[in-house]
């Protein structure tokens, strides 16, 4: 048998498992062995049951002095309990529902517990308690130890996948190990059979954590590896050599109301640098909501047309390409530029002669990208398609650069003679560990400065019982002529049917019509009162923003569709309904939609009996402004996978929490670069070469 072949091969694992398994990824024995415990219940303390205490978790180790199933008939269960003695005293374990449980344990054998110690009737208990019979010449598997705890689906339990493992562990001979024997030395990592034994059965906390930094820095290594590669490649190819403009820049800024924040004019000038050089920038420009980024982009792209040269500006959305292109109009209009729009169902064009926007039919814009009558191209993924084809492609922009996938930026350049220039740009701040990891590839732009005369919004947790004083306060606003938007976070309450999160089962989820139907006819039914969500058609969408933007609609319900870049000045309120769903990243996006304007705003959180854990997550909303910061307690409190979902980045859980790892990255970071200084081929390490190009396809930062 080989490590690579199909788990139904393996001692105790029959055809039903083997679909089981599938839910949890897990086709081979090896994909067995990589599927790593999520966490371990520490039952190595084996206590004597006279000092055993109430409310403690331990292991009891004794003889079975009896075991019985009896019948409870109002509650319709089985209740199995049995009476242990260590020899001095004894203890009662019992199990519900599971009456099968009296054919596997029997009288006077040896056996472990481990779980709570409770006192009932007189009598120290354990309810339902790990169990484990056992011979005292073998290692005990799910007592008296570390006990692995895994990922679990219906039919196949923590305890069942311990028994399999154990059956695949002589596999482990099978892995490769493919790190150089001078970085295992120099950075004290134990081989990969090792830690593969030692991850799932480790006999203390240090052994589960050596094997734990081993397993996670060959990730990291190899994660370097490709980025490093790739960057050293894109420096490798042509690019246009844009120089940088600044008596044409310097003219658009003095047509603008307001001047560059330092962070704005710092970002722009790393720009024109990296524009100016014969291969391709790849930069990311980061920055809080409203700290303006667009602006950075629009000189950028402006800057590139004068020297002759398009740019393709893409958004994530059509409400945002939309507001990107009447935004590049009313920045860039009297400086002789062309400017499109082409979107599934919006085609507009800035004509700068005649100074005006006319909508021709899609083949027109088409053919005028494709003869680069058009210097600067807003768009969707509309901008991908077969038929577009830019002539003379300078410079590509991304906003929310992580919305978009490999392919899709590929297929942006494709056709063109150079390599364009890639800006990036994100307003979901990322912690500097994580940009070090995931985004090694690009030089990062700060702009971690607010406009000046921008007033702090107001952020406050609403509690249920003063729901009444929040609506009457937003009446009040809306009777100044101000604006509101409330986020919900789905569009019918139907489907609640397919929650997996347990803890949102038993609250109420606010769902948009259900929510739109409240506040128009029995909250606010003198006020205008409009709902937006993303399974409306996008002429529709786009007309609700229009009328909203212009002060047609009082309130506008919706879905996180309005998350990202949504520009309305005149809106001073956010109020978020069911706000544990979201995490404090996106909120403070949502919060980013208000104070755009001149008037104080306010962000409303509310939560319908919040646990203590989502209620001090929220509390953080209240007294931190600054999205670099929230970034970093979101990744304290829920982790990388926030970032950039544990599911589409084809990491393993177990690499991916190495992420706020800043040594283990610093360490991998500096090994890759010195392996590729020796050998930017990896001649001489395949084993390497073959895993980094199997990594190239399924790992992605999107």
């Given at each position: 048998?080989?490590?690579?072949?199909?788990?139904?091969?393996?001692?105790?694992?029959?055809?039903?498992?083997?679909?089981?398994?599938e839910?949890?990824?897990?086709?081979?024995?090896r994909?067995?062995?990589?599927?790593?415990?999520?966490?371990?219940?520490?039952?190595?303390?084996?206590?004597?049951?006279?000092?055993?205490?109430?409310?403690?978790?331990?292991?009891?180790?004794?003889?079975?002095?009896?075991i019985?199933?009896?019948?409870?008939?109002?509650?319709?269960?089985?209740?199995?309990?049995?009476?242990i003695?260590?020899g001095?005293?004894?203890?009662?374990?019992?199990?519900?529902?599971?009456?099968?449980?009296?054919?596997n344990?029997?009288?006077?054998?040896?056996?472990?517990?481990?779980?709570?110690?409770?006192?009932?009737?007189?009598?120290?208990?354990?309810?339902?308690?790990?169990?484990e019979?056992?011979?005292?010449?073998?290692?005990?598997?799910?007592?008296?130890?570390?006990?692995?705890?895994?990922?679990?689906?219906r039919?196949?339990?923590?305890?069942?996948?311990?028994?399999?493992?154990?059956?695949?562990?002589?596999?482990?001979?099978q892995?490769?190990?493919?790190?150089?024997?001078?970085?295992?030395e120099?950075?004290?990592?134990?081989?990969?059979?090792?830690?593969?034994?030692k991850?799932?059965f480790?006999?203390?906390?240090?052994?589960?954590a050596?094997?734990?930094?081993?397993?996670?820095?060959?990730?990291?290594?190899?994660?370097?590896l490709?980025?490093?590669?790739?960057?050293?490649?894109?420096?490798?190819?042509?690019?246009?050599?844009?120089k940088?403009?600044?008596?044409?820049?310097?003219k658009?800024?003095?047509?603008?109301?307001?001047?560059?924040?330092?962070a704005?004019?710092?970002?722009?000038?790393?720009?024109?640098?990296?524009?100016?050089?014969?291969?391709?920038?790849?930069?990311?420009?980061?920055g809080?909501?409203?700290?303006?980024?667009?602006?950075?982009?629009?000189?950028?792209?402006?800057?590139?047309?004068?020297?002759?040269w398009?740019?393709?500006?893409?958004?994530?959305t059509?409400?945002?390409?939309?507001?990107?292109?009447?935004?590049?109009?009313?920045?860039l209009?009297?400086?002789?530029?062309?400017?499109a729009?082409?979107?599934?169902?919006?085609?507009?064009?800035?004509?700068?002669?005649?100074?005006?926007?006319?909508?021709?039919?899609?083949?027109?814009i088409?053919?005028m990208?494709?003869?680069?009558?058009?210097?600067?191209?807003?768009?969707t993924?509309?901008?991908?398609?077969?038929?577009?084809?830019?002539?003379?492609?300078?410079l590509?922009?991304?906003?929310?650069?992580?919305?978009?996938?490999?392919?899709?930026?590929?297929?942006?350049i494709?056709?063109?003679?150079?390599?364009?220039?890639?800006?990036?740009?994100?307003?979901?701040?990322?912690?500097?560990t994580?940009?070090?990891?995931?985004?090694?590839?690009?030089?990062?732009?700060?702009?971690?400065?607010?406009?000046?005369?921008?007033?702090?919004?107001?952020?406050?947790?609403?509690?249920?019982?003063k729901?009444?004083?929040?609506?009457?306060?937003?009446?009040?606003e809306?009777?100044?002529?101000?604006?509101?938007?409330?986020?919900?976070?789905?569009?019918?309450?139907?489907?609640?049917?397919?929650?997996?999160?347990?803890?949102f089962?038993?609250?109420?989820?606010?769902?948009?019509?259900?929510e739109?139907?409240?506040?128009?006819?029995?909250?606010?039914?003198?006020?205008?009162?409009?709902?937006?969500?993303?399974?409306?058609?996008?002429?529709?969408?786009?007309?609700?923003?229009?009328?909203?933007?212009?002060?047609?609609?009082?309130?506008?319900?919706s879905?996180?569709?309005?998350?990202?870049?949504?520009?309305?000045?005149?809106?001073?309120?956010?109020?978020?309904?069911?706000?544990?769903?979201?995490?404090?990243?996106?909120?403070?996006?949502?919060?980013?939609?208000?104070?755009?304007?001149?008037?104080?705003?306010?962000?409303?959180?509310f939560?319908e009996?919040?646990?203590?854990?989502?209620?001090e997550?929220l509390?953080?909303?209240?007294?931190?402004?600054?999205?670099?910061e929230?970034?970093?307690?979101?990744?304290?409190?829920?982790?990388?996978?926030?970032?950039?979902?544990?599911?589409?980045?084809?990491?393993?859980?177990?690499?991916?929490e190495a992420?706020?790892?800043?040594?283990?990255?610093?360490?991998?970071?500096?090994?890759?670069?010195?392996?590729?200084?020796?050998?930017?081929?990896?001649?001489?390490?395949?084993?390497?070469?073959?895993?980094?190009?199997?990594?190239?396809?399924e790992?992605?930062?999107?």
């Amino acid at each position: 048998m080989n490590i690579s072949d199909p788990i139904q091969n393996l001692k105790g694992v029959n055809s039903k498992i083997t679909k089981q398994l599938e839910h949890l990824n897990v086709r081979t024995i090896r994909d067995l062995l990589f599927n790593f415990p999520r966490r371990y219940d520490d039952f190595s303390v084996i206590t004597k049951i006279k000092n055993a205490k109430i409310g403690e978790t331990c292991t009891i180790s004794g003889i079975i002095l009896s075991i019985e199933n009896t019948r409870a008939f109002r509650k319709r269960m089985t209740i199995t309990s049995a009476t242990i003695s260590d020899g001095e005293r004894t203890i009662k374990a019992i199990w519900y529902n599971q009456p099968f449980l009296i054919k596997n344990i029997h009288k006077d054998q040896a056996i472990n517990i481990a779980g709570k110690v409770g006192f009932q009737q007189k009598s120290l208990v354990m309810q339902n308690p790990a169990y484990e019979v056992f011979n005292f010449e073998k290692d005990t598997t799910h007592t008296g130890r570390l006990v692995p705890v895994y990922a679990e689906t219906r039919g196949i339990t923590s305890r069942w996948i311990r028994l399999l493992v154990k059956n695949a562990l002589p596999f482990s001979s099978q892995v490769e190990d493919i790190l150089p024997k001078e970085i295992k030395e120099k950075r004290r990592l134990i081989n990969a059979k090792e830690a593969i034994e030692k991850i799932h059965f480790p006999k203390n906390r240090s052994e589960q954590a050596e094997a734990k930094k081993r397993i996670s820095y060959e990730e990291l290594f190899l994660i370097q590896l490709v980025i490093l590669n790739a960057k050293k490649q894109l420096e490798s190819l042509g690019a246009p050599a844009i120089k940088p403009d600044i008596e044409f820049t310097k003219k658009i800024l003095k047509t603008l109301p307001f001047e560059l924040t330092d962070a704005q004019k710092k970002a722009l000038w790393q720009v024109f640098k990296d524009v100016e050089k014969g291969y391709p920038m790849n930069r990311l420009v980061e920055g809080d909501v409203g700290s303006g980024k667009t602006l950075v982009a629009l000189l950028s792209a402006a800057n590139a047309a004068k020297n002759g040269w398009q740019s393709a500006f893409m958004a994530p959305t059509e409400i945002l390409a939309i507001q990107h292109f009447y935004e590049a109009v009313k920045v860039l209009g009297d400086f002789n530029l062309n400017i499109a729009l082409l979107t599934a169902s919006a085609q507009k064009v800035y004509e700068p002669e005649l100074k005006e926007i006319y909508s021709p039919k899609k083949n027109e814009i088409i053919k005028m990208i494709n003869s680069k009558k058009a210097d600067i191209v807003i768009g969707t993924h509309s901008l991908i398609q077969d038929k577009v084809g830019f002539k003379k492609l300078g410079l590509v922009i991304l906003d929310e650069q992580h919305r978009f996938g490999v392919d899709q930026r590929a297929a942006l350049i494709r056709g063109s003679a150079s390599v364009p220039h890639l800006l990036s740009m994100t307003a979901t701040p990322i912690p500097r560990t994580l940009a070090m990891t995931a985004y090694g590839d690009l030089d990062i732009s700060l702009i971690d400065e607010m406009p000046k005369n921008r007033k702090k919004i107001i952020t406050k947790v609403v509690p249920s019982e003063k729901r009444k004083d929040a609506y009457a306060f937003i009446e009040s606003e809306v009777k100044k002529d101000r604006q509101v938007f409330v986020v919900c976070p789905k569009i019918e309450n139907k489907d609640d049917a397919d929650l997996t999160d347990r803890q949102f089962n038993t609250q109420e989820i606010k769902a948009v019509k259900d929510e739109y139907e409240k506040l128009s006819k029995k909250i606010f039914p003198h006020l205008r009162v409009a709902m937006l969500h993303g399974k409306m058609k996008p002429k529709e969408k786009e007309k609700i923003m229009k009328e909203f933007k212009g002060k047609e609609h009082d309130i506008l319900v919706s879905t996180s569709v309005v998350e990202v870049g949504v520009d309305v000045p005149n809106a001073t309120i956010m109020m978020i309904e069911g706000a544990e769903r979201f995490g404090l990243a996106q909120m403070h996006q949502f919060r980013g939609r208000v104070g755009r304007g001149e008037h104080q705003s306010y962000c409303f959180l509310f939560s319908e009996s919040p646990s203590e854990v989502s209620l001090e997550r929220l509390k953080i909303m209240e007294k931190c402004e600054s999205g670099f910061e929230l970034a970093e307690y979101d990744l304290k409190l829920r982790g990388p996978g926030d970032f950039f979902g544990k599911n589409q980045s084809g990491i393993p859980d177990i690499a991916m929490e190495a992420l706020i790892n800043p040594r283990l990255i610093s360490e991998a970071q500096e090994d890759a670069k010195e392996i590729l200084e020796k050998d930017p081929s990896l001649s001489k390490y395949p084993k390497i070469f073959d895993r980094i190009s199997k990594m190239r396809k399924e790992v992605h930062f999107e």
